[in-house]
């Protein structure tokens, strides 16, 4: 049995590094939130400094009297990533923290800690959607709204923390080995917006092929991502957890958004976007091919600040962007305007 919320990591390899970064951009939590963390018995159990790791973790106030001015934004990363890595195969949010620093919100207002380990090969093989997982990303958006006492924040999350998320943010029931059953109430009002960005909403595709299922067991079919299969139109034998997550209509937070991009690795499934998810607001389409799995995540950090602080229900504003092409195609009333979208969008 895995223990990673239990465990305690207190190496802290990276001090070095980091007591020689630009503060602006100075990685891990501040020792004021580390400090609310720790006299806290609820959260000191979850390790959320993640000092083993450079970029682990992000955010905090540097004393009683920091200001937050805006609604503090939580951060989840997909899978094998980190909150603010150094180099592509771990930057996690590295650019949308960096854009949003340089745009006036503070370290204050941005939060980040990891939720699993940075499951590089080989360790990947291991990595399921465990309801250790969701409970971490659960008690970390808790811990932030308790630490900041804002009424609400905001949630950008990439790949395969945005179904994490939207798990911890919907509760249900979710199994745990050797506890039972966990039920967690639902959180979305306590989120102000959600944007998932090429999120693993409907599964993993390539979950499909029997040499890939057998060897990941992220692919499985109780609380992994086995895409199911499409028999007659209809998609059977679908993970209990994306299936389970999907049927949940309790909506992520009061604006949810789909970011989707068309050279990410896995687009449609059943005429579905893979990244879409039924209780979205919109979700808008990326189709310049720069804009793949990692860089939807990395060259829409202005796109996420007009989300979160512009008026959304303002269409022109969004869509305005000149070097993106960006479309909205769908509310969760208009399922239908799908198909049309993609067969214009893939001529
Ligand atoms: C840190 O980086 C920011 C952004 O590049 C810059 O504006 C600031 O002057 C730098 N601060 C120091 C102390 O180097
Ligand atoms: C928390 O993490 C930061 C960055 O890795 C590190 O500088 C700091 O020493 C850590 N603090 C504790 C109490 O682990
Ligand atoms: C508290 O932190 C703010 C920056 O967030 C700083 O301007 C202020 O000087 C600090 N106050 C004290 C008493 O250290
Ligand atoms: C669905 O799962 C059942 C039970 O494991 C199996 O018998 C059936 O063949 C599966 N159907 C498809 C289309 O994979
Ligand atoms: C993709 O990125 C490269 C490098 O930044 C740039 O030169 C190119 O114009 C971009 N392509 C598109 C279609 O935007
Ligand atoms: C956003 O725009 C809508 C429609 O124009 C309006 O009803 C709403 O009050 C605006 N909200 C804010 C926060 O300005």
């Known amino acids: 049995m895995k223990s990673y919320i239990i465990s305690t990591i207190a190496v802290s390899a990276f001090s070095v590094l980091v007591a020689t970064q630009n503060t602006t951009y100075q990685r891990g939590l501040s020792d004021h939130f580390i400090k609310f963390l720790d006299i806290n018995k609820n959260y000191y159990p979850y390790n959320f400094n993640r000092t083993y790791y450079f970029g682990g973790s992000f955010g905090g106030k540097e004393n009683d009297s920091t200001p937050i001015n805006r609604v503090p934004v939580v951060f989840v990363h997909g899978a094998g990533d980190r909150i603010y890595g150094d180099d592509p195969s771990n930057n996690g949010f590295r650019y949308t923290i960096e854009y949003f620093l340089d745009h006036g919100y503070t370290k204050s207002e941005l939060y980040g800690s990891m939720w699993a380990f940075a499951d590089l090969p080989p360790k990947q093989y ?52 050797n506890i039972g059953d966990i039920q967690m109430k639902p959180i979305n009002v306590k989120i102000r917006t959600f944007i998932g960005i090429a999120g693993l909403n409907h599964g993993v595709y390539y979950c499909q092929f029997s040499f890939i299922r057998y060897l990941f067991l992220g692919c499985n079919d109780k609380n992994g991502f086995y895409p199911g299969n499409i028999v007659n139109g209809k998609v059977v034998n679908q993970s209990e957890f994306v299936h389970n997550l999907n049927e949940d209509k309790t909506k992520e937070a009061d604006n949810a958004y789909a970011l989707i991009s068309l050279h ?42 007009k989300l979160l602080n512009t008026n959304s229900s303002d269409d022109a504003s969004l869509s305005e962007q000149v070097d993106l092409m960006v479309t909205k195609i769908y509310s969760n009333s208009q399922h239908d305007t799908v198909s049309e979208q993609r067969s214009l969008l893939l001529q």
């Open 126 to 177: 291991n990595l399921v959607s465990d309801t250790e997982y969701i409970i971490a990303i659960r008690r970390f958006i808790e811990a932030v709204l308790d630490y900041t006492g804002a009424p609400q924040v905001d949630v950008i999350s990439h790949s395969m923390g945005v179904p994490l998320s939207r798990a911890a943010i919907k509760g249900g029931v979710y199994p745990m080995q």
């Open 264 to 305: 990410d690795y896995q687009i449609f499934f059943n005429g579905e976007y893979m990244s879409g998810f039924p209780t979205m607001d919109a979700g808008f389409v990326f189709t310049n091919p720069n804009y793949t799995h990692l860089g939807l995540r990395d060259l829409t950090a202005d796109f996420q600040y």
